[in-house]
């Protein structure tokens, strides 16, 4: 497993005559497994009907891919709530477990979670008292 370190930059002035230098120093400090969540619209297809695990995978702008194993149930859940939800947004959520050769970002100890979006009321116009 890997297990990303926190980065801080260092930004070093050092000043010669007239001319100004720059040096970069990186520092790597421990840190945690970093936590993502994804939001997405758009309806997963073909959820597998038998195994205790799915595999879903979201790609996103600039052709990043996200990769996780959920809960088929869970899954399958969700997925009968996006049928049934005219507005709604889901969000997969998961420690980065690994980032592979061809860029797909890996996710550990993964769930999924449904929003429904309702629409807003709009607020009654303030009535105007004229004396």
């Given amino acids: 497993m890997i297990v990303p370190n926190v980065a801080r930059l260092e930004v070093i ?3 010669q005559g007239k001319s100004c230098l720059l040096f ?3 520092k790597m400090i421990n840190g945690r497994i970093p936590e993502l969540t994804i939001k997405f ?3 997963p297809q073909n959820i597998p009907e038998q195994g205790k695990k799915a595999t879903i995978e979201i790609k996103g702008e600039n052709d990043i891919a ?3 194993e959920v809960n088929r149930k869970s899954l399958k859940k969700v997925v009968t709530k996006m049928d049934t939800w005219e507005n709604w947004v889901a969000a997969l959520s998961g420690k980065m477990q690994s ?3 061809d860029g797909v970002v890996e996710l550990v100890d993964a769930g999924i979670n449904i929003f429904e979006i309702k629409p807003k009321e709009p607020k009654p116009a303030p009535e105007s008292t004229a004396a």
């Fill in 13 to 15: 002035a050092c000043l």
């Fill in 99 to 101: 980032i592979s050769a």
């Fill in 41 to 43: 619209t758009e309806r």
């Fill in 24 to 26: 970069l120093r990186t």
């Fill in 66 to 68: 996200v990769k996780a």
